[in-house]
Nanobody, 125 residues
Framework: QVQLVESGGGVVQPGGSLLLVCTGSGINLEYQTNGWFRQTPGTERVGVASIRSHDAIATVADFVSDRFIITRDRANNLSYLKMDNMNAEDTGTYYC??????????????????WGQGTQVTVAS
């Protein structure tokens, strides 16, 4: 079965950190563009970070700047989103997604084909 499963979500205090993990099954993440997206109730899903398949070049949304880092573990078929110095605006459901393509804009959700079920992140004191 081809699927993505996110893990690592939870509750964190402002200024804290979390590491989200995306595990691929039945699909080799190394040959996919991997993306992380965030959604809050009543809003559209927005791109947070992506990493390209062929050269591992990362793209990060301006609103997270250098606080978030996306990486990939080829040996274990994982994608990571490390989130530091978090604030309340980072609260939401985080989804990982993949596409075999090379999107012109890798932070656009419509460019991706396969999605995980999401993991909840809450930043609160």
């Amino acid at each position: 079965q081809v699927q993505l499963v996110e893990s690592g979500g939870g509750v964190v205090q402002p200024g804290g950190s979390l590491l989200l993990v995306c595990t691929g099954s039945g699909i080799n993440l190394e040959y996919q563009t991997n993306g992380w997206f965030r959604q809050t109730p009543g809003t559209e899903r927005v791109g947070v970070a992506s990493i390209r398949s062929h050269d591992a070049i990362a793209t990060v949304a301006d609103f997270v700047s250098d606080r978030f880092i996306i990486t990939r573990d080829r040996a274990n078929n994982l994608s990571y989103l490390k989130m530091d110095n978090m604030n309340a605006e980072d609260t939401g459901t985080y989804y990982c997604a993949t596409t075999p393509a090379r999107p012109y804009d890798p932070l656009v959700p419509g460019e991706y084909e396969l999605w995980g079920q999401g993991t909840q992140v809450t930043v609160a004191s």
